[in-house]
């Protein structure tokens, strides 16, 4: 932490009604890659939490009001002082989150580019005007923001994860207060300092920081003031939480777990399959909810293209995410670990092969080593759970019928991934994959001008791109009558 250009970043207390709150107890921020406690939060409360929705609900009939434009520019104002201090907002992600420095770095300057899309879409909430069928009245269709919305975010993507749906919110004129995963505060709070500086009003956004996530998450699910409801997480969470945010029938947006496939049919470029897939599977140690879960490849050409993924993995070097040079960096704890060893030991005792790597770097370690798995089939663990490490698990297909069969077969409906040169199998493929994201020759789909978002028990909502706002805002029909003279 020494290394921070601008010390104030680090924050170790919840934020509401733009003052920092400590609390009784506070807990530890450990960094993955050293065991290293890097921090001490302040443990807030349920009753921290309604402090904090207290707050945004008192600020949120002034920022409703306030015009869009002046908005836009808080927002920009808070994307540019994001990118000004990257460089220690990566550093903080790094120690708190286990990613590759550079990586972190990537993360920050994609958050903030949702605060830069979503202050340029502030200024472009439309509405309609609908022929009436009588002389003297008018229709008309405005929208206007929810209210104040709650957020749950995850560990995976500290800062980007809480951009996305902060930025989103803020446009539309709601106000918003987000949970933050315990793993890593810092780069949340981090985010409240800077949208101070950046002049956002007190109470607009609030970060509550805290153990109790079952305690703090009734809190934002049930409490009457929230009328949206956000959560980027596992789909068994998303489903508990989406049954406590009925009784007061909030709207809500769930992104939930996702089981990519990446497919690479035989008239497939290889090379390019290659690249497209290390970045998919590989980015953030596997550690991310649209990344590869399942590489399906043609027999034809399984051979071939299984030789050069094991050679792309060989070159791929673990390590500290601070140290240089490093592409993958530890599992966020234990628990991940244990998970991927099972994943593994259940797919070999079935007969499929590890060829690479397979186990962690050291036995108390949390650095796993890539690893490359074939033989496998759809039956298998890792074929129906996130495996949500660096593992890829590579199936074969005979043709195009089932590769999307076996594509399709899952409950996940997040993103997906395939590879031909051949256009009319281009287009049929990406329509019969049942998921909400395609990249079609493409191993990274995420951008803020697109709607992220997936089907099935992947969730629903949309978060960027113009339909991103829609969430957060009502639709509200005016009829105007007595016109005639």
Not at 1 to 12: E, F, G, S
Not at 116 to 125: D, G, L, N, P, Y
Not at 226 to 235: D, E, I, Q, R, W
Not at 259 to 282: E, T, Y
Request: glycine share 8%; with cysteine; proline share 4%.
């Amino acid at each position: 932490m020494t290394k921070l250009q601008d010390q104030r970043l680090l924050k170790n207390a919840s934020y509401w009604q733009g003052e920092w709150h400590n609390a009784d107890t506070c807990f530890d921020v450990i960094n993955p890659a050293t065991g290293d406690v890097i921090a001490q939060v302040a443990d807030a409360s349920a009753a921290d939490a309604e402090k904090a929705l207290a707050a945004a609900d008192n600020a949120f009939p002034a920022w409703a009001a306030r015009p869009a434009a002046e908005r836009a520019d808080l927002l920009q104002r808070w994307q540019q002082l994001l990118l000004e201090h990257q460089d220690d907002l990566g550093l903080l992600l790094t120690l708190e989150q286990g990613k590759p420095l550079a990586e972190a770095k990537g993360e920050i300057a994609y958050g903030a580019s949702y605060l830069q899309w979503f202050a340029e879409e502030a200024k472009r909430v439309y509405g309609d005007t609908i022929p009436a069928k009588s002389g003297d009245q008018r229709i008309i269709v405005i929208k206007q923001p929810v209210g104040v919305v709650a957020a749950v975010t995850p560990w995976n993507f500290p800062n980007a994860m809480i951009a996305r749906k902060a930025a989103a919110a803020l446009a539309a004129g709601c106000t918003f207060v987000v949970k933050p995963a315990q793993l890593t505060p810092l780069s949340a709070l981090a985010m409240a300092e800077l949208a101070q500086r950046a002049g956002i009003p007190a109470g607009v956004f609030n970060v509550v920081t805290g153990t109790d996530a079952k305690a703090i998450g009734n809190v934002l699910t049930q409490d009457k003031r929230v009328a949206k409801f956000s959560f980027t997480g596992s789909t068994n969470v998303g489903k508990q939480l989406a049954k406590q945010c009925a009784g007061t029938v909030k709207r809500v947006s769930l992104e939930l777990g996702g089981n990519a496939p990446f497919i690479v049919f035989d008239d497939a470029d290889l090379d390019a399959a290659i690249d497209g897939l290390m970045a998919s599977k590989f980015r953030n140690a596997g550690q991310t909810c649209v990344c590869t879960n399942r590489v399906l490849v043609q027999k034809s050409v399984q051979q071939a293209f299984t030789d050069k993924l094991q050679q792309a993995i060989g070159k791929l070097k673990l390590g500290n995410g601070t140290d240089e040079n490093v592409d993958i960096g530890p599992l966020i704890n234990n628990d991940a670990c244990d998970k991927v060893d099972e994943l593994l030991k259940q797919a070999t005792e079935s007969g499929a092969k590890v060829h690479c790597g397979g186990k962690r770097q050291a036995a108390d370690s949390l650095f796993y080593l890539p690893t490359l798995l074939t033989g496998v089939n759809n039956n298998m663990a890792v074929a129906q759970e996130e495996i949500f490490g660096p593992v890829a698990a590579v199936q074969s297909f005979d043709d195009e019928a089932e590769a999307i069969a076996l594509a399709n077969a899952t409950e996940s409906g997040l993103a997906a991934y395939f590879y031909s040169r051949d256009i009319g199998r281009c287009w049929r493929v990406a329509e019969a994959l049942h998921y909400g994201m395609v990249g079609v020759n493409e191993g990274m789909v995420s951008n803020p001008s697109a709607p992220f978002g997936g089907v099935k028990q992947s969730g629903y909502g949309r978060e960027g791109s113009k339909y991103g706002l829609d969430d957060y805002l009502d639709i509200k029909y005016l009829c105007l009558g007595g016109l005639a003279k």
